[in-house]
């Protein structure tokens, strides 16, 4: 009906469509090409949710500005940020309240959402347990066989192809986001990895999953370094759709790993590392200035934009070699 109430009027911007799901696949369904344009929805940003002072413009970043800026957010803080998320329901909402409000939302998942947007009846008990395991590995490049091999711990078995089919359900309902490989030219003789990054659409349904709280998430580094770097990308991911950026992520034979690349329709691409603490700021730069300088081909493709380090730190600056520090609490559109 609206398609053709658009043929009739012949007029722009005349209708918002919103859904939380993929619709089941119909030949006889309209695709909506050269009518619709489609826009992906994210959790908010911190950015979104002002909880960033958006004193550093990732629109506006370059390898000839110097940045500064001072976040708001402590270490406490941005654990606390990483269980509440991105929901405009929990802007308000204590910790406590939003990890149960969190896990409610998995249990839903797995118990009724997936079957009414797949239209498949998945085992809710093993969609569970592969939930849990996504959770563990978030932001990182978990294979089938180990995520099959994860889910199975409890004496069945499940096999890798069931595990891609319960991933993609996930992915249907917009709960998975996996992060792709970055496919660019290189000077070098590496070979590039393809497997992508596991990503929940917002890190705060890893920490629900798993049921780690504010406190419990900020007195396990290890995890939180994962839930922080998860945060980042989601941020990212919607900073940068501002100017239909994509975001990828680097990783080759030698070891080399940047944990973002965002690139533009226009050719721009820009890398990043996340870090949760300052211990390792010196590491990140290293593996920045090593992907521009001995791994990608500049020549074909053009030196990066910039390249940064996001980081859980206090203080936005930026080093000698003109690599920007930034804290996500300064981060802005």
């Not at 009906?1 to 007029?11: K, P, S, Y």
């Not at 118990?111 to 590995?137: C, F, K, P, W, Y």
């Not at 993609?168 to 000077?187: G, K, Q």
Request: aromatic letters at 6%.
């Amino acid at each position: 009906m609206i398609r053709h109430e658009i043929d009739d009027r012949q007029l722009r911007g005349q209708f918002i469509l919103s859904g939380s799901a993929t619709p089941p696949d119909d030949v006889t369904r309209h695709s909506g090409a050269g009518r619709f344009a489609r826009l992906r929805m994210r959790p908010m940003s911190l950015a979104e949710s002002q909880r960033s002072t958006s004193e550093v413009s990732l629109a506006t970043l370059g390898n000839d500005v110097h940045v500064s800026g001072t976040s708001r957010l402590s270490y406490a803080d941005l654990a606390v940020e990483a269980v509440r998320g991105g929901w405009p329901a929990l802007l308000s909402a204590t910790p406590s309240d939003a990890v149960t409000f969190n896990r409610s939302y998995c249990d839903d998942l797995c118990s009724s959402d997936i079957q009414l947007a797949t239209g498949v009846r998945h085992d809710s008990v093993r969609m569970r347990r592969l939930l849990e395991s996504v959770s563990r590995n978030n932001a990182g490049e978990a294979t089938l066989e180990n995520l099959a091999r994860d889910v199975s711990a409890d004496g069945g078995h499940l096999n890798p192809e069931t595990v891609r089919t319960y991933l993609d359900a996930l992915t249907r309902v917009f709960a998975l986001e996996e992060l792709p490989a970055w496919s660019v030219a290189l000077r070098s003789r590496s070979r590039l990895r393809t497997s992508p990054k596991l990503h929940l659409v917002d890190p705060a349904l890893a920490c629900a999953a798993l049921g780690v709280g504010a406190e419990r998430l900020a007195s396990d580094p290890e995890f939180f370094g994962q839930v922080f770097e998860a945060m980042v990308i989601r941020d990212l991911r919607s900073l940068a759709s501002a100017e239909l950026g994509r975001i990828y992520h680097y990783r080759d034979n030698t070891g080399l790993e940047v944990d973002a690349v965002l690139e533009y329709p226009d050719g721009r691409w820009a890398a990043i590392e996340v870090k949760l603490g300052s211990s390792r700021i010196s590491d990140a730069e290293k593996s920045l200035l090593a992907l521009r300088d001995s791994r990608v081909d500049v020549d074909r493709i053009g030196s990066p934009t910039y390249l940064a380090i996001v980081t859980g730190t206090q203080y936005a600056y930026t080093r000698p070699t003109g690599v920007h520090v930034i804290p996500p609490g300064v981060l802005g559109p």
